[in-house]
């Protein structure tokens, strides 16, 4: 399945949060990635979000997926995300 | 047609950005909307978000389009965005 996830996280637990998707994602914004993910994947890495997330910190995570990316059109304004981040 | 925008830009356009960006979709996220919306309209969001965008500051909009919300499913863990957030 084709997925977008994006999250919003206390400061503290961005870093974590951002190697741990960059792992199953790829990361095409401060806090958006995309990728193909098979659904046991996907289940494995919502898994860990959750123990990286506070929720009673406001943390929270949204997860858009679809079966197939034909429907779906990307529109890049401004800068994109480049392996200069890489040190993250 | 279905949009999901998301933008990463400098502190001191977000509050701009946020109420252009309310004025045209469904805000569920920090930095991430959502709604249908037409060719027309999408647009001239984008117009008036370029307006805003500092892009040698790295600002960056990306938008995901598609022509139906039939195969997209949604899933949020952690907080909703809510209506306490209307002093924005």
Redesign the interface.
């Known amino acids: 399945m084709y997925v ?1 996830l ?1 999250y ?1 996280i206390g400061e503290k637990r961005v870093g974590k949060m951002l190697r741990l998707c960059r792992k199953y994602l790829n990361w ?5 990635f995309e990728g193909e993910i098979s659904e046991v994947r996907l289940k494995e890495l ?1 898994l860990k ?2 123990k990286i ?1 506070k ?1 009673e910190e ?11 990316n034909k ?11 480049s392996s200069i981040d890489v040190f993250l």
């Open positions: 977008i994006v919003d095409i914004q401060n806090s958006v919502i979000a959750e997330m929720k406001d943390d929270s995570l949204i997860v858009f997926s679809s079966p197939t429907f779906l059109d990307k529109q890049i304004i401004g800068k994109e995300r």
